[in-house]
Nanobody, 114 residues
């Protein structure tokens, strides 16, 4: 059974940092690209970052380029999202996603506020 479990969200002040983690199980993690999405209240879910499997090629939404970094540790079946210089507009529920398998995690809330 495929499972994606996110953690690491919370309340942070503008300019602060958070690192999200997503632990995967039930499939051969190293063979699949992984993505992070987010959804703010009243808005559609949007792609934040994606990382390929073999070559580790990354791509980012323009709104987070230079501030967020996606990475993965295949030995730990985990994908990370390091978020720096956070802004209030980054407030959202963040979801881990496997594009090929189309599985979603339960999400973790990130709130950026003073």
């Amino acid at each position: 059974q495929v499972q994606l479990v996110e953690s690491g969200g919370g309340l942070v002040q503008p300019g602060g940092s958070l690192r999200l983690s997503c632990v995967a199980s039930g499939f051969t993690f190293s063979g699949y690209a992984m993505s992070w999405y987010r959804q703010a209240p009243g808005q559609e879910r949007e792609l934040v970052a994606r990382m390929s499997s073999a070559l580790g090629i990354t791509s980012y939404a323009d709104s987070v380029k230079g501030r967020f970094t996606i990475s993965r540790d295949n030995a730990k079946n985990t994908v990370y999202l390091q978020m720096n210089s956070l802004k209030p507009e980054d407030t959202a529920v963040y979801y881990c996603h496997s594009p090929a398998l189309n599985y979603w995690g339960q999400g973790t809330q990130v709130t950026v506020s003073s």
